[in-house]
């Protein structure tokens, strides 16, 4: 008789030795939000509608604190004004649908209760930042800036970020139905800080918009367009529809990304009958004319798939669309184990039809040190998920290294593991190349949190840290 597998394993000592993932389905759950003392009479019909979750939002301690109450105490409070007066560089912005994500089950008893479990939570350890979660030396690397990825850099129109061959990112606007402590695009996208003045485009939306318009007509090589911000769930949907039925009539045009956090954190938006039925409209004409229409989300923590997501995800595929996939941000703290990043996958897989497809490491903005990981922890990372999911949902995690792209984290070219200076090579010149006979033949750098360096690489940046600084951004540093 043929033994299995697990047979052959017991017999051979025993006993089945555990692996190191244990797969589990878990039913989504959707938090009772009536926790929240400011919630507690809040109807399921209210919490259904889109315009009931944006004219709640939390955008200020004192709503926040309307909201909780004493459930969380004076230090938190205190805690967070601390970080926006100096250190946030995003405001504060939180759908009640994302809020009731946080501490999801640890229950409300009374004054001070939940204080703990907010420190600790995934959610709220970045849509919530305070000042005591970041570190206090080495708060930003020494090359970290404002606009890390050089996009606006890349800009062949305003907003219309031209860097990979077949591919341009078109940001249409620069706010979302939510902020999150670590956007990448941290330099354009949501209101002023105290610590920093956002960029603002210039021409009027409707002219940037005809321009990016006219610069595809006229781009033939350009085949894929992610249509982003900001959000576009903040963008009046006859407009969105409208600008992506103009792509649509583009014919080298032959995939478009519709990028949304609000999918997750803001899923009514998405269950609204107008966008349900323009999306209905905009992917049979995608389907006719052969191009893939798809949204982009962006899920961090398994808790933030509710039922509500799934519904809203649900919705979209019904509407006609290809593909619902996530791209995540690894942060430290957030989702860095292979648990963690696991059970997000099989949460967003399993319970939502929502592809797992990248996470990316967190971008070189200023005061994201606490949340960054180092390129080896990655990769022990990106090799620890490998095996558990099918092999087309298996997540990325990709290192987006500036002036290059996106790359897989194991591509790494070479690696100077004291002073975490990794570098990177590629196989395409960005918008602004076109005439560099040396681009794909140098090679350009990305750079690990420093306190996670052996002493003597802590020695050598503490040595070179101000002239790194003025070499990484001397016009354009966030406040000081
Ligand atoms: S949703 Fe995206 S663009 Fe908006 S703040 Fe978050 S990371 Fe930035």
């Not at 993932?21 to 926790?35: A, F, G, I």
């Not at 990981?373 to 500036?402: K, N």
Request: with cysteine; charged share 25%; net charge negative.
């Amino acid at each position: 008789m043929t033994e299995t597998l697990d047979e052959a394993v017991q017999a051979a000592d025993g006993r089945a030795l555990p692996q190191p993932y244990s797969y589990r389905q878990t039913p989504l759950v959707e938090p009772d939000w009536r926790r929240f003392p400011g919630w507690a009479d809040v109807t399921d019909e209210e919490w259904r509608s889109a315009q009931w979750q944006r004219s709640h939002c939390v955008k200020n301690v004192a709503q926040l604190r309307g909201v909780l109450g004493d459930l969380v105490d004076e230090r938190f409070y205190a805690d967070l004004e601390a970080d926006i007066a100096q250190a946030a560089t995003m405001s504060m912005l939180l759908p009640p649908q994302m809020l009731n994500t946080m501490a999801p089950s640890v229950p409300a008893e009374g004054a001070g209760s939940l204080t703990e479990a907010f420190y600790a939570d995934a959610v709220r350890l970045y849509m919530l930042p305070v000042l005591s979660d970041r570190r206090v030396q080495w708060t930003s690397h020494p090359h970290a800036t404002r606009d890390s990825l050089h996009e606006h850099e890349m800009w062949a129109v305003e907003g219309l970020t031209h860097r990979y061959p077949t591919k341009v990112l078109a940001e249409l606007l620069p706010t979302c139905p939510q902020y999150c402590g670590h956007c990448t695009r941290m330099d354009l996208v949501g209101n002023s800080t105290p610590q920093v003045d956002k960029l603002k485009f210039v021409a009027k939306p409707d002219a940037r918009l005809t321009e990016m318009l006219d610069y595809l007509r006229r781009s033939p090589g350009v085949r894929d367009v992610v249509v982003s911000g900001g959000d576009v769930a903040n963008l009046p949907w006859p407009r969105l529809e409208s600008f992506v039925a103009a792509l649509l009539e583009i014919d080298n045009i032959k995939d478009i990304r519709l990028a949304s956090k609000a999918l997750m954190g803001l899923p009514q938006h998405w269950l609204q009958d107008e966008v349900r039925e323009g999306m209905a409209r905009l992917a049979g004409v995608a389907r006719e004319r052969g191009v893939g229409l798809a949204i982009h989300t962006h899920v961090n923590a398994a808790q933030s798939v509710t039922p509500l997501v799934a519904e809203a995800a649900r919705a979209m595929f019904e509407a006609g669309v290809r593909d619902v996939r996530n791209q995540g941000v690894l942060m430290r703290g957030i989702n860095d184990s292979v648990e963690k990043l696991l059970d997000l996958s099989f949460a967003l897989l399993d319970g939502a039809g929502i592809m797992p497809y990248y996470f990316y490491m967190c971008d070189m903005i200023p005061g994201a040190e606490h949340w960054r990981l180092s390129v080896w922890e990655a990769q022990a990372l990106q090799h620890g998920i490998m095996g558990y999911l099918p092999g087309f949902a298996t997540p990325r995690i990709v290192c987006d290294v500036p002036y290059v792209g996106k790359r897989w984290v194991h591509q790494v070219h070479e690696y100077d593991r004291e002073r975490g200076i990794s570098y990177w090579t590629k196989n395409y010149r960005t918008g602004i190349e076109t005439a560099d006979s040396e681009a794909l033949s140098r090679t350009y750098e990305y750079y690990d949190p420093i306190y996670t360096l052996p002493a003597a690489g802590q020695d050598w940046w503490t040595r070179h840290a101000a002239d790194a600084a003025v070499h990484a951004d001397p016009s354009r540093g966030v406040h000081s």
